[in-house]
RNA sequence: GCCCGGGUAGCUCAGUGGAUAGAGCAGAAGUUUCCUAAACUUUUGGUCGGAGGUUCGAUUCCUCUCUCGGGUACCA
């Protein structure tokens, strides 16, 4: 928001009031003013009536009375402490789509606010493929390193990749019991299915010996199935596959290696249809080692406790006790992420480390958090758990071993495949050459925006039926706006129509392009706020807005065939800084904009 | 039990100590000889889970209560 206006009230209430206590760097705020009200803007003077030693309603007399003499003002009506303004069109594109650098190269964070910023996202198992559950994380990640990049931020995306451990160990046995000698190649199956479909024949076969156990050994018949893992065969034969993995046993280390490629050759097709790129990708088998000797360091210095059983332990107060280290001096799963913290803070010293993992790990982040708070690090007051809510489908919760889970590649080939018929079915005889690129932007932008619409730290509903609809508030509503604009500017050439130069923006008297401006002026506060928030879902819904004045302009206000060439170049360039506008948000979410639609 | 989140329109979700609580979808009625109808306009629909309290003012803050999720491992 940069209106001459409201800058010029922000300095003379402060003469006005010479004895005002203010907070450092204040401003007078313009909000939207709500649709039942006539004016363009709102200010509210309950927000800073206080400052002032006024009554809110007193002081809006004389913020009304302000505005009611400035030239860019056309009216100002006070209500209560509410001064609803309506200003001059002309001062109104004026402040904003005229002087759209002040918007689209906004400083957003001054230079001592920016901060060296390192997010870890993703962080899959690499026994299975992903499902929608991480297609939230992997778009909430991505979209709040690319926004966080955008206000200022040095960001450095990382991934973390569980690749050993017990359930890695599954899939291998049942790969080499059942496997036949099956490869991707030699089924052409993607190489993360065809590790997870053996995750899954595991889990059918330790369902088997389950029951035999439980007929055999009628005593065991009370006990959950997880206690019984170690007495069936094959949860004792994946036991000791992970003890001979841990010992570096060749024959199981080379097909762990071959296994996790194929998985690995996956995932990598998964993020580049995605559009993510990680600067570094740690892998647990690495760093599964890292910790302990931060432990045994801490217990040394009285950080950590050794009970009478010899685990050590650490009181967290409130947060309950933790064992950081097994009696028999094995890590625990906190161990590893003490070490790989300190590890990643080494790497890159970044002055903030933020992680994105689910909303069910809010207590072991506290827990990590407080730990390295009491091992003394000073960066430890820095550590951001980023939680955010499940997916949940209309029939219940995703879940691997009911098979319930809506599968990342099938999710990504049929929003594209939607959006593709959606295209073939508007361009009639005409098909575009570059069609299958604008199925790819319009299908995986509408999941992504999807995804991104709620609120993150929200358990949202995924419901399949509707969202492969792409009306009303969707990612290709968005970005057709866009096309429209990019179909103006074709038709504009075509016609030989001049769209360069300043045009005289006072020509732009219609309520709509006025309201269109008002919202662009918007853009910088929405992406401070969702920086400041860390939640993409403020931008979505600024965009929404956007591209719904928008929508309203384009109906009332014919481009094209304006009145006259100088109120067409008006509305034309009104256009392209919209679209740049759009454009600038879509991409900060990570969403792509097709050339049409 | 204890700790954290939710409960707002038929559905999915926004929202905020302040003006008559919003959007999309779904329902109803319209708009295309006119730059793309993936659009636009109008309209139906709410004791903001319940009860107290603080306040000039509470859906928002506090307490109690009902209800739904998650967590509470020498699992990851």
Request: glycine share 6%.
């Amino acid at each position: 928001m940069n209106f001459t206006c409201i800058k010029d009230l922000s300095s003379f209430l402060p003469q006005q009031f010479p004895g005002a206590q203010l907070p450092a760097g204040w401003t007078v705020t313009g909000e939207k003013c709500p649709d039942n009200m006539s004016g363009d803007i709102t200010v509210n003077c309950f927000r800073f009536a206080k400052f002032f030693r006024q009554s809110p309603d007193s002081l809006a007399q004389v913020v009304c009375d302000f505005f009611n003499r400035h030239a860019d003002v056309e009216q100002a009506e006070q209500i209560k402490a509410f001064v609803n303004v309506t200003f001059r069109p002309g001062a109104v594109h004026r402040d904003t789509v005229a002087a759209i650098d002040s918007i689209l190269k906004a400083e957003i964070l001054a230079a001592d606010k920016r901060r060296r910023i390192l997010i870890e996202y993703s962080a899959p198992n690499t026994n299975k493929p992903q499902h929608l559950g991480h297609v939230r994380n992997n778009t909430l990640g991505m979209s709040l390193a690319s926004l966080l990049q955008r206000v200022g931020h040095d960001v450095i995306p990382i991934n973390l990749v569980n690749d050993r451990g017990i359930h890695i160990c599954k899939s291998m046995i049942a790969y080499q019991r059942f496997g036949n000698g099956d490869t991707p190649e030699s089924t052409g199956i993607k190489g993360d299915h065809l590790v997870g479909k053996f995750y899954v024949r595991f889990n059918i076969a330790l369902k088997e010996q389950i029951d035999e156990l439980k007929k055999s050994r009628p005593e065991l018949a009370d006990k959950d199935n997880e206690d019984l893992f170690l007495l069936t065969e094959i949860g004792a034969a994946t036991q000791k596959m992970l003890q001979d993995w841990e010992a570096g046993v060749p024959e199981v280390r080379d097909l762990w290696k071959m296994m996790n490629s194929w998985v690995f050759d996956g995932f990598a097709k998964t993020y580049e249809r995605m559009g993510i790129k990680f600067d570094h990708t740690y892998l647990e088998s690495e760093t599964y080692l890292l910790g302990k000797d931060n432990i045994l360091d801490g217990l040394e210095r009285g950080v950590f406790a050794k009970r009478d059983d010899g685990a050590v332990i650490v009181d967290l107060g409130k947060l309950g006790q933790k064992v950081v280290l097994r009696s028999d001096g094995t890590s625990v799963y906190i161990t590893q992420d003490i070490g790989t913290t300190i590890r990643k803070y080494n790497d890159y010293h970044p002055d903030m480390q933020i992680w994105v993992v689910g909303d069910e790990q809010i207590h072991h982040f506290k827990m990590l958090f407080e730990i390295l708070r009491k091992m003394g690090f000073a960066w430890a007051d820095n550590l951001y758990h980023m939680a955010y809510g499940m997916v949940n489908l209309p029939t219940g919760k995703m879940k691997s071993r009911e098979g319930t889970v809506v599968d990342a590649d099938d999710l990504f080939e049929e929003m594209v495949e939607i959006s593709r018929a959606a295209t073939l079915e508007r361009c009639g005889e005409d098909v575009p050459a570059d069609l299958d690129e604008r199925a790819e932007i319009i299908g995986m932008g509408a999941l992504k925006f999807m995804l991104l619409k709620f609120n993150p730290k929200t358990t949202m509903m995924f419901d399949p039926q509707a969202s492969v609809k792409f009306e009303g508030d969707t990612g290709p509503y968005v970005q057709y706006a866009c096309a429209r604009i990019n179909s103006i500017a074709a038709k504009a050439a075509e016609k030989g129509f001049a769209c360069d130069g300043e045009p005289d923006w006072e020509l732009l008297t219609a309520p709509e392009e006025k309201a269109l401006s008002i919202v662009a002026s918007f853009y910088p506060q929405a992406l401070a706020d969702a920086a400041e928030k860390m939640d993409c879902s403020v931008l979505v819904g600024y965009l929404l807005d956007l591209a719904k004045a928008f929508n309203r302009f384009y109906r009332e206000c014919p481009v094209l065939s304006a009145e006259d060439a100088a109120l067409r170049l008006a509305r034309m360039q009104m256009c392209f800084r919209i679209r740049d506008i759009i454009a600038d948000g879509l991409k900060t979410l990570t969403i792509g904009v097709p050339q049409a639609m």
